[in-house]
T-cell receptor, first 113, second 115 residues
Framework: GNSVTQMEGPVTLSEEAFLTINCTYT??????LFWYVQYPGEGLQLLLK?????DKGSNKGFEATYRKETTSFHLEKGSVQVSDSAVYFC????????????FGGGTRLMVKP | DGGITQSPKYLFRKEGQNVTLSCEQN?????MYWYRQDPGQGLRLIYY???????QKGDIAEGYSVSREKKESFPLTVTSAQKNPTAFYLC??????????????FGEGSRLTVL
């Protein structure tokens, strides 16, 4: 079956540091890949997505590239802010699985001033 | 503004009681979903509905029930049969384009605590 594996958190960074959150996946078909962000006490918001190999999703300074050869979709940001503190979820949807979303376990990011 | 509204935001329940969590959307989306989130874990699918008057079990449906009598509404009942109901519950809907990509819109969640 499909699965998503994320690095365990929490990840603690100082403001303006470089961020990488690793995400790898296993899928039977050709999935679409997503990063969702959850701010404290709130639901999930779509941060970015990529629907085919080599696509780069980007939003709010965050980027992730769909790497089929390494089955990865790592999230990066060049300079984090305190307001980026949240839980980040990597997810995939696979047409072979009815396009249901499969989520990773989430990675908590804490940014200190 | 269009969106998904979940209520209540916080709910306390005694053991043995059923509770119903509300989810309403004005986005005109056909498909709606309920997820459960536990601390430090990902989201697990409880139930989903692709269209009015139809719904399917997800990965952890035991102890839960749903109805889909209107397109806008997809309430979730947590029954006394659910052994560990304390969790954060998230409702979501899928836009028409999401049928191809799987993208979902989420509500702000309801936190249920069993005393």
């Amino acid at each position: 079956g499909n699965s998503v594996t994320q690095m365990e958190g929490p990840v603690t960074l100082s403001e303006e540091a470089f961020l990488t959150i690793n995400c790898t996946y296993t899928a039977t078909g050709y999935p679409s890949l997503f990063w969702y962000v959850q701010y404290p006490g709130e639901g999930l918001q779509l941060l970015l997505k990529a629907t085919k190999a080599d696509d780069k999703g980007s939003n709010k300074g965050f980027e992730a590239t769909y790497r089929k050869e390494t089955t990865s979709f790592h999230l990066e940001k060049g300079s984090v802010q305190v307001s980026d503190s949240a839980v980040y979820f990597c997810a995939l949807s696979d047409q072979d699985a009815g396009n249901m979303l499969t989520f990773g376990g989430g990675t908590r990011l804490m940014v200190k001033p | 503004d269009g969106g998904i509204t979940q209520s209540p935001k916080y709910l306390f329940r005694k053991e043995g009681q059923n509770v119903t969590l509300s989810c309403e959307q004005n986005l005109n989306h056909d498909a709606m979903y309920w997820y459960r989130q536990d601390p430090g874990q990902g989201l697990r699918l409880i139930y989903y509905s692709q269209i009015v008057n139809d719904f399917q079990k997800g990965d952890i449906a035991e102890g839960y029930s749903v109805s889909r009598e209107k397109k806008e509404s997809f309430p979730l009942t947590v029954t006394s049969a659910q052994k560990n109901p304390t969790a954060f519950y998230l409702c979501a809907s899928r836009p028409p384009g999401g049928r191809r990509t799987g993208e979902l819109f989420f509500g702000e969640g309801s936190r249920l605590t069993v005393l």
